[in-house]
């Protein structure tokens, strides 16, 4: 078994959980468990490159893990900049290493070029939320928070910061704000955070479970974001909560949305886990902002205006 120190981060022993999960194939870590400022509650996440796909789960003690399945080759799941920060825990044929290495030499350019995806997928959501604001469709609140992550997931990539977890807001937080930071203040204006109180969280939290439960998400996925989403309430960290909630349904909002219409059971549980805004004049200003921040973010990841 090869255990590899990558970038400034400091070693680990993880043998433990490759021989508890006992995967015949090479494995990496990935996640704030990589990053080093997990809380207990984090889960383990491992990508097993045995070109294969789908997901598994489990509990080793304590310890959860989500299992991502993939293809050494041809990597199904995230992006060049996310497999540029794994940690390999298996690779007893020296399969993945040298790959992740590599990528790892070039993650400056990996992570400009997420920055730039994550702000064309902001820039093309929200001209839809309009059109559904001007059609009255009651899903128009979603889509522009979905693009207000959007933006912040650019900015997260902009610091070489992969975005999302429980981390993620305050990884913001921590950034100078400075250009192009600054246009974090349009994301979190849109968001509509500073709204957390703990019996709004409570509701947010148990509803976003719902509309996960029903779009597929595991157990254990699902006690994990319960888990993290006390934690941070239970640190008062009641914005990093609502940000958690909001982010974890908009992400699995933005991949249904490829697949159909939002069903009624959903869109009542999406009501009350992303705690929308209903005035239109504000949600119309949200999305103005919002196109005036990417406007202003472009340059930056070396897209031109035309
Ligand atoms: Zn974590």
Redesign the pocket.
Known sequence: MLLYKLGNSAPMDLSWLAEELGYDAPMALC???CAG???GC?EYNVTVFDERHGCDEARIGDAAVLVRHDSVERPAYGTFAHMSQMRVIRDDSWSIGPKISAFAKKQDALFKHAAKISLVRAKLLLPAARAMLDGDAQEAPFWTKCAAFKLADAVSYYNMAEPG???MMSRLRALPNSAPNGVLSVVYDCLGAERATPSLLDRMRKSAIGFLEMTGTGRIALEIIDA?ARHLESQSLLTDSYYYICRAVCAELYLQRCVSGIPDSQLYALKVALDPDNNTQHALASIDSLERAVTEFMPHVGWSAQ
């Open positions: 996640g704030c468990r400022d997990s809380f984090c977890g429980a981390h993290k």
